[in-house]
């Protein structure tokens, strides 16, 4: 669901078909990551939409244990509550394209389309296609951060919180002192470290023709 918000590819499967019949063609990036699997060796996948380092990580592999009798939406924010409340921020060291930051941080967001989470817009001015990731910094926030921002987070306006910084970078190195989980498009696949590297046009997509 999170992905076919990005391109507004519609929900509805009778209009789904159409689409992927009769839609136009959009050439789209995705990322490649290298990361360490459970067992300790080394583990490459691709992501099309969000991958995150971090507590976001966290909160899906405690949604995707859940039952989604409430919907996605609510499953996703009852298991970001949850787990929030009992994260402990880290000290990260993210190497980007020609900038580094080392900070004790909440998560690390790569994303290469703008929808995540059941409906959070992470990464709001995401373009799936120019070349770069959009990375969210979430710095050291603390609790009343979390209570007065969360709604935000489905708004795409929480980026203006002083403890939240956007960049832009075709590559993304994470590392922390422990084992941190990722998650790429929701499954939560191993740990730090991570490397995220853009491969342009490498995938194309059926999106509806107007768009």
Request: aromatic share 10%.
């Amino acid at each position: 669901m999170d992905f076919v918000r990005t391109y507004k590819i519609p929900t509805q499967f009778d209009d789904a078909v159409r689409t992927a019949l009769e839609g136009a063609t959009r050439t789209i990036d995705v990322g490649r990551v290298s990361y360490r699997e459970w067992s300790g060796a080394e583990g490459e996948r691709y992501v099309a939409n969000v991958g995150s380092v971090g507590m976001s990580a966290a909160v899906a592999q405690r949604a995707n244990a859940m039952s989604k009798g409430l919907g996605g939406k609510a499953t996703f924010f009852y298991a970001l509550a949850r787990v929030f409340f009992e994260w402990e921020n880290t000290v990260l060291s993210v190497q980007l394209d020609d900038e580094r930051r080392e900070a004790r941080m909440h998560d690390v967001i790569v994303a290469n389309g703008q929808w995540h989470g059941g409906a959070m817009w992470l990464a709001p001015e995401a373009q799936p296609d120019d070349g770069l990731f959009d990375v969210v910094l979430i710095g050291d926030v603390t609790k009343r951060d979390f209570v007065t921002t969360a709604p935000k987070i489905y708004k795409g306006t929480y980026l203006s919180h002083p403890k939240v910084e956007l960049l832009r970078s075709r590559t993304v190195a994470v590392e922390a002192s422990e084992r941190l989980p990722i998650e790429l498009d929701g499954e939560q696949v191993g740990t730090t470290p991570a490397s995220f590297e853009i491969v342009p046009a490498a995938l194309r997509v059926r999106v509806p023709a107007q768009t």
